[in-house]
């Protein structure tokens, strides 16, 4: 990579950052909850959402329970070069194998962050 590209690529970058909410989740089986995963980044960060460590073999693709949602590209307000996403994660109807861990992945060239939720069923 030339010098003066390099200087510009590494001076306007940024290592992604992530903010899960809530971080624990407490609910009754066939309840309903949402998480929202706030990730930051420059350039702009890929988000997506791990449901490996969710029991009960989870799939978001083939689930009918789920509706993900995702935001608009806006610019952070603190930092006009950073990019902010918000995505929102929805589940219906959970299910007495669905505890564990649900994660927002967010990763761009700089580098990949992870935030975690903690799902558990009330007795």
């Known amino acids: 990579m030339p ?26 089986e066939s309840e309903s909850f ?19 460590a969710f029991g009960g073999n989870f799939s978001l693709e083939t689930e009918e329970r789920v509706t993900l949602m995702e935001s608009d590209n806006e610019t952070s307000p603190q930092d006009k070069m950073s990019a902010v996403l918000v995505n929102r994660l929805k589940i219906r109807n959970v299910h007495r194998s669905n505890i564990g861990f649900l994660s927002c992945v967010v ?11 903690f799902v558990q069923l009330l007795q």
Request: glycine share 6%; with cysteine.
């Open 3 to 28: 010098q003066d590209l390099c200087t510009r690529f590494c001076q306007y970058s940024q290592y992604p950052e992530v903010t899960i909410q809530p971080k624990e989740v407490f609910i009754n």
């Open 34 to 52: 949402e998480l929202i995963c706030t990730a930051k980044g420059m350039p702009t960060p890929t988000v997506y959402w791990n449901t490996t």
């Open 107 to 117: 990763e761009n060239v700089v580098g990949r962050v992870v935030g975690k939720s």
